[in-house]
């Protein structure tokens, strides 16, 4: 695409598209923060010509609860309400979702984050338990045979797998046999 132009926008200059459909719940922004602060912009926000917000409403939200004022941008020579426009609203959306993810290399990858960065899994839009559970449901049970030694595995601190109660056995909520 020829026509856009690159540019530093002030927030206030900027609206959300009133199509968007996408929610961004307070953690993903949490990630989303620290993501931003530890490695800068390196997705874009995509705007109309008349400053709408097509691509990168989390990132705004994250750049608004950081503090900045400003945010750089990619200005398309479009109109927010044009099917042009919605057709990159959505796709920015949905296209990530046609990805296939080798679950084993992510656990790999994530457990080795989680083992050398200092923030821990904050801003790969993973926490301990997730990847716990993720390594628990991808790996047979010759490698991990219950959630408790997928905690361990990964290194989870203080995990407390089951508790004793009157009704039996309480069980992780994720797990394969809850």
Do not use: C
């Not at 042009?84 to 080798?102: C, F, P, Q, R, S």
């Not at 989680?114 to 449901?137: C, K, R």
Request: glycine share 8%; hydrophobic share 35%.
């Amino acid at each position: 695409m020829k026509d856009f132009k690159l540019e530093n926008i002030h927030l206030t200059k900027i609206k959300p598209h009133p199509k968007n459909y996408r929610e961004h719940p307070e953690d993903q922004i949490l990630h989303l923060v620290q993501s931003i602060q530890e490695h800068g912009f390196y997705r874009n926000v995509v705007i109309s010509k008349d400053n709408i917000i097509l691509a990168g409403h989390g990132v705004v939200q994250a750049v608004k609860k950081i503090g900045m004022k400003s945010i750089p941008v990619i200005r398309l020579n479009v109109k927010s309400d044009s099917p042009k426009a919605l057709k990159i609203l959505t796709g920015d959306n949905e296209i990530g979702h046609l990805g296939e993810v080798d679950d084993r290399k992510l656990t790999e990858i994530l457990k080795e984050i989680n083992n050398f960065e200092e923030n821990g899994l904050l801003g790969t839009g993973y926490d301990d338990a997730m990847l716990a559970n993720l390594a628990f449901v991808t790996r047979p049970k010759s490698e991990i045979k219950d959630f408790d030694a997928a905690s361990e595995w990964i290194g989870m601190p203080d995990f407390e797998p089951k508790v004793k109660g009157k009704s039996g056995t309480k069980k992780f909520p994720y797990s394969k046999e809850g």
